[in-house]
């Protein structure tokens, strides 16, 4: 009986445990889901928002001229239900891992096929669907935690003192 009691104790906590690590909202980056509507097309952006908690993040702790999963845990997940151009390039309905390269001029702003990725670990460029440049601007106020904002014309990422407008817009056939 002290056996079957000290496995089921074993058994119960193991649960409890994997309980745990499944539930996203305690972690350091907490997830977020942000949606909103351009144009009549739904746009949803599915992400992990990291603090910058002080330390250099452009150059530092995200370098420069290198693949990003754009947030932190599992690559950041953007969202569309209709046929959109993004920087004025089609984008056909469905879910994608949106990548970024960093640069200190200008950003790469890439749609990954494969959806669900763990970080950039498993990154692989031949899945990209689209890339668009844009350039970066430079906030006066600082941003702690890592958004993503949906607005009309588009999506902007915002960390730290730097703002990455991307502008979206519905496909006319």
């Known amino acids: 009986m002290k056996y079957i009691l000290t496995a089921f104790c074993l058994i119960f906590l193991g649960m409890q445990l994997g309980v745990s690590q499944d539930d996203k909202s305690n972690r350091k980056s907490p997830p ?14 599915d992400y992990s928002s990291p603090s910058a908690k002080g330390r250099t993040l452009w ?16 690559a950041t997940k953007f969202t569309t239900d209709r046929h959109i151009t993004v920087e004025g390039k089609s ?13 200190q001029e200008s950003w790469t702003i890439i749609f990954n096929s494969v959806a669900d990725q763990w970080g950039a670990y498993k990154y692989e460029a031949e899945k990209d669907v689209l890339r668009v440049d844009v350039t970066p601007v430079e906030t006066k106020e600082h941003v702690e935690e890592m958004i993503f904002a949906i607005e009309d014309g588009g999506f902007s990422l915002c960390w730290g003192e730097i703002k990455v407008p991307v502008s979206v817009g519905i496909l006319v056939d």
């Open 32 to 45: 977020v889901v942000v949606s909103a509507e351009i144009e009549g097309a739904m746009i949803t952006i």
């Open 59 to 74: 150059g530092g702790l995200v370098p420069y001229d290198e693949v990003w999963r754009t947030g932190a845990n599992e």
């Open 91 to 103: 984008l056909a309905p469905g879910t994608y891992s949106l990548f970024t390269i960093p640069g």
